[in-house]
């Protein structure tokens, strides 16, 4: 059970206090309501983008990391389809360089045209090492669009192409910012050994001036029932043949999404799931096998995703994992199987929970699914699936209808050059 407490300042900032005594550090996170979901489809990139430039220095502090590390303190962020995390660590002495750092960048972002040059250098280089010239990396900009064809969901965090960013003017990066980095549209959570007293004290006096901005009113498109299977086949010089496959499934607040996460678990978590015991180690089609689930706030994915072994026929593999999956749409899953994954799932929240950051971002997160208290009733909601609900929501998430399938083919370079001949 993580205990804490919360308040709302006048301008918008939701803000929750976790004292932990048994720590000397302390930890804020800033997580702000906005990811790649919030962007328009002719300008992508733009939160995790800005996850770059929040570090570019303010109008006072020109380096943001020269300070905190001066204290003792490290941090981090992190951009998704659905918020952008920025957090920091630091002995609790120190704390209040955590508050003057975060309050100065969400008042006073420092935008000159050299750091935003710099910062686009940055991430256009990521896009084209981690997406494009890394083996299987463009997966997800293929396997997006795929699955969706109405949400923003459909593009990647990175963006939905490099020239997004190349040709991101400032007059744009200023308008995404005065909508979406206030007060209003973020949660503080201050973690560790501070007394909730004192964390009010600074909250107060280095966030509390700040302007509350225009709170923001999201307008996103729903994604349309998908009502047959679309399949992709690409091919790229990879080392394996590979299959991505994405269903469509309930949002992260929905009351059967630790259903569909459980029957992720059941297919591919682990070397005792069924897809790898069967596909692995049983019929030696695949080289590896997973499944997961994306988690997301609006309806997410399930995936499912697996190397081939060399000489193993596209095709005839797909076939095989919707054999699987049809055993799990057709039967009940035996009491043993699914205590098992419960178990996993919730040992795995609790693990989550060790580490002080963790809590604290589990916290905002919670928070923004509508209630802080979230992170201690997840075991409950876990604990009390039954087999029926796994079988009513296996019928709705595996069926092929709703299914997308990438076909990833090996091909090497010569033969790829052969064909183009």
């Given amino acids: 059970m993580i205990q804490f407490e919360e308040f709302t ?17 302390a930890v804020l996170n800033v997580l702000y309501d906005v990811g790649s979901r919030d962007e328009v489809e002719q300008h992508t990139g733009f939160a995790h983008l800005f996850e770059h430039l929040m570090f570019s220095g303010s109008k006072h502090i020109p380096v943001y990391d020269e300070p905190l590390q001066r204290v003792g303190g490290e941090n981090n962020a992190f ?14 002495q120190n704390i209040e360089t955590g508050f003057w750092l975060e309050s100065d960048r969400m008042l006073d972002l420092a935008f000159s045209e050299h750091g935003l040059e710099v910062q686009r250098k940055v991430v256009v280089e990521e896009f084209k090492q981690n997406y494009l010239n890394q083996p299987y990396g463009d997966v997800w900009l293929k396997l997006r669009p795929l699955a969706y064809e109405q949400h923003p969901y459909k593009w990647a965090t990175i963006g939905k192409e490099i020239a ?65 299977p679309r399949v992709l086949e690409t091919s790229a010089d990879v080392p394996l043949s590979a299959i991505y496959k994405a269903y469509h499934m309930p949002h992260r607040n929905h009351e059967d999404y ?15 799931s069924r897809l790898y ?14 499944a997961s689930v994306t988690g997301s706030i609006e309806p997410g994915l399930l995936i499912i995703q697996g190397k081939l072994n060399e000489g193993v026929d596209l095709q005839e593999a797909n076939a095989a994992i919707e054999a699987i999956n049809k055993e799990l ?49 997840e075991g409950e909601k876990i604990q009390a699936i039954t087999p029926q609900d796994i079988l009513r929501c296996a019928k709705q998430v595996l069926d092929p209808n ?3 399938t990438l076909l990833y083919k090996a091909e090497k370079k010569e033969q790829q050059a052969e064909q183009e001949v």
């Avoid at 549209?185 to 973690?191: K, P």
């Avoid at 560790?192 to 004192?198: A, D, Y």
């Avoid at 259903?259 to 005792?272: C, E, P, Q, T, Y």
């Fill in 9 to 25: 300042l006048d301008n918008g900032l939701r803000v929750i206090v976790h004292e932990d005594y048994t720590s000397p550090m």
């Fill in 79 to 92: 951009t998704s389809p659905d918020i952008t995390n920025y957090y920091l660590s630091l002995p609790a």
């Fill in 164 to 228: 997004h960013i190349e040709d991101a003017t400032m007059d744009i990066v200023k308008a995404f910012h005065r909508k979406h980095y206030s007060p209003s549209n973020a949660i503080l959570v201050v973690a560790g050994n501070v007394t909730f007293e004192k964390a009010k004290e600074l909250t107060e006096k280095w966030f509390g001036p700040i302007p509350a901005g225009e709170k923001y009113t999201r307008a996103i498109p729903n994604e349309p029932k998908q009502q047959a």
């Fill in 277 to 290: 015991e069967q596909l692995v180690k049983e019929q030696k089609l695949f080289n590896s096998i997973s």
């Fill in 329 to 377: 749409m057709e039967n009940l899953v035996d009491e043993e199987e699914l205590n098992k994954v419960k178990n996993q799932a919730e040992t795995s929240l609790v693990f989550s929970e060790i580490e002080l950051l963790n809590r604290a971002m589990n916290l905002a997160y919670g928070k923004l699914l509508g209630d802080a208290n979230f992170v201690n009733t």
């Fill in 402 to 404: 709703n299914c997308s």
């Fill in 258 to 272: 630790y259903a569909v996460d459980l029957i992720s678990d059941i297919l591919g978590r682990g070397k005792s």
